[in-house]
């Protein structure tokens, strides 16, 4: 990675993408928004992307198929016994 | 207004994932979380006599729920000898001995919320759908499971800017798909 202050756009959305799952270094996060700055494409993209992670967080959790399919199995199993 | 009626059938099918996000909001545990909502579905079924159709099965569901969870945390507490607040008391639907039962829960959604995030979660499946299967499952992988990069590139044998890559491709595409009615 070089030390320039200047980074390209390619750059700045690589770090933006970086920053959703906060792995971007201090440094980087310190040239995005000096990028940011004077670019209006990489703010609209940094917007959306920020957005995006927010939608990502409040989708709700579902269970995944293997336990839905082991919890009805047990579900029908106790279903039986009441019966 | 008409009567609910129970059919445990259905529950699996109808309940199951609205009762997960439920707990693991509340427990944080996705393992405690499964074993809480197969408990509140045994606990429904042994008390099916005592469904009096006032409320929605799936309210009825989560009343049981709630009780699980508060258990949940007391069989916890109770190994660090944590004070508990015990008041008795009475009412038109409900009695019982413990204060945290009355407690309004500050986490319970709104209809409205609910609804809305359900679509949300229908909109996301749907565009991750329509991505190439190979982004989307890296985007999967990353943003909802929360693997972490190196764990990701192990397991598909991909370097890490590849990763990236792959990552702006697919959330550029989730962008534009959700761009209609989430932006």
Redesign the interface.
């Known amino acids: 990675m070089s030390s320039k202050i200047i980074i390209s756009c390619e750059e700045a959305n690589h770090v933006c993408d970086k920053t959703q799952y906060k792995e971007a270094t201090l440094w980087e996060k310190v040239k995005l928004n000096i990028h940011l700055i004077y670019c209006k494409a990489c703010r609209e993209y940094t917007k959306n992307n920020t957005k995006l992670s927010q939608l990502f967080k409040n989708k709700p959790a579902s269970l995944d198929a293997s336990s839905k399919e082991s919890l009805q199995a047990a579900f029908d199993k106790e279903l039986a016994n009441q019966q | 207004m008409p009567k609910h009626v129970i059919d445990?059938?259905q529950?699996?099918k109808l309940y199951?994932?609205y009762l997960?996000?439920y707990t693991?909001?509340r427990v944080n545990d996705?393992e405690k979380a499964?074993d809480l909502?197969?408990d509140t579905?045994?606990a429904g079924?042994?008390s099916m006599k005592n469904f009096k159709g006032e409320a929605s099965e799936r309210t009825w569901l989560i009343s049981i729920l709630k009780r699980k969870i508060i258990d949940h945390y007391r069989k916890i507490n109770s190994n660090k000898g944590k004070a508990e607040v015990r008041i008795s008391y009475s009412g038109d639907e409900s009695e019982g001995d413990w204060l945290e039962e009355r407690v309004a829960d500050p986490f319970d959604k709104t209809a409205e919320d609910t609804l809305e995030?359900?679509e949300?979660?229908y909109a996301?499946d749907n565009c991750l759908e329509k991505l190439p299967a190979k982004q989307a499952q890296v985007l999967e992988m990353?943003?909802?499971l929360n693997y972490e990069?190196e764990a990701i590139c192990n397991e598909l044998d991909i370097t890490a800017s590849n990763l990236?890559v792959i990552?702006?491709r697919a959330?550029t595409a989730?962008?534009s798909c959700?761009?209609k009615n989430?932006?």
Request: aromatic share 18%.
């Open positions: 445990p059938n529950w699996i199951s994932d997960f996000n693991i909001t996705s499964k909502v197969q579905f045994f079924l042994k995030n359900t949300l979660g996301i990353k943003t909802i990069t990236w990552i702006h959330r989730m962008a959700l761009e989430w932006f």
